[in-house]
């Protein structure tokens, strides 16, 4: 089954306590990115990537860090964690050309 | 600035009670207008791409329309299970081709 699988779900941490959230799909796509999404704000791009080794800037990156090193996954990095991170995060995934995106199931993050 | 703006921001309907729910959009040379239906505690689920103005798509209960400045998603006699967010997004020509997201219309459909 074609899916993207992001790990944990759900996670309740402290300020400053570096986190990663894994993000892994099973379709051989080439772009991946990482969304935020706040009431009102909609989906956000924190971070996108066309290939391996390949990444960039979305529309609000400040305070994130991304990796891609294998094809297949996609992991955000919170170096030291704010309360204003606290938001529900979604993995996503596109294959070539115009294609849509698939997403994961997100991440609900809670930064105290 | 690619922008995609989605109206209404909730729309509350009587089962069987059509509708449609409008998104418009500016965006630098369109690739293709995506639909998606998000669920509570879900990922945005793929409906619909259009690619040119004219082009239509159907699926079940659902209708998705596009002309060069908005697209419609059409509602015909919805059932309480339509109930969702559908989101609206823009794909544009640039080098990476971003995909620009609207907010959303959380739809409510009653028995």
């Known amino acids: 089954e074609a899916q993207v699988t992001q790990n944990p779900r759900y996670l309740i941490t402290v300020t400053g306590k570096k986190l990663t959230v894994t993000c892994s799909q099973n379709?051989?796509?080439?772009?991946m990115s990482w969304y935020r999404q706040d009431p009102g704000l909609g989906l956000r791009q924190i971070y996108y990537s066309m290939n391996v080794e390949v990444t960039d800037k979305g529309d609000v990156p400040e305070g994130y860090k991304v990796s891609r090193k294998e094809k297949r996954n996609f992991p955000l990095i919170l170096e030291s964690p704010s309360p204003n991170q606290t938001s529900l995060y979604f993995c996503?995934?596109?294959?070539?050309?115009?294609?849509?995106?698939?997403f994961g199931d997100g991440t609900r993050l809670s930064i105290l | 600035e690619d922008q995609v703006t989605q109206s209404p921001e909730a729309l509350r309907l009587q089962e069987g009670e059509s509708s449609s729910l409008n998104c418009s959009y500016t965006v630098s040379g369109l690739r293709g207008l995506f639909w998606y239906r998000q669920d509570p505690g879900k990922g945005p689920e793929f409906l619909f791409t259009l690619y040119s103005a004219g082009e239509e798509k159907e699926k079940e209960r659902l209708k998705a329309t596009l002309t060069k400045k908005e697209s419609f998603l059409h509602i015909t006699a919805p059932k309480p299970e339509d109930s969702a967010t559908y989101l609206c997004a823009v794909l544009n020509s640039g080098g990476y081709q971003k995909v620009t997201f609207g907010t959303g219309t959380k739809l409510q459909v009653i028995p």
């Open positions: 996503a995934s596109r294959g070539d050309g115009y294609q849509p995106q698939h």
């Open positions: 379709m051989n796509h080439e772009y």
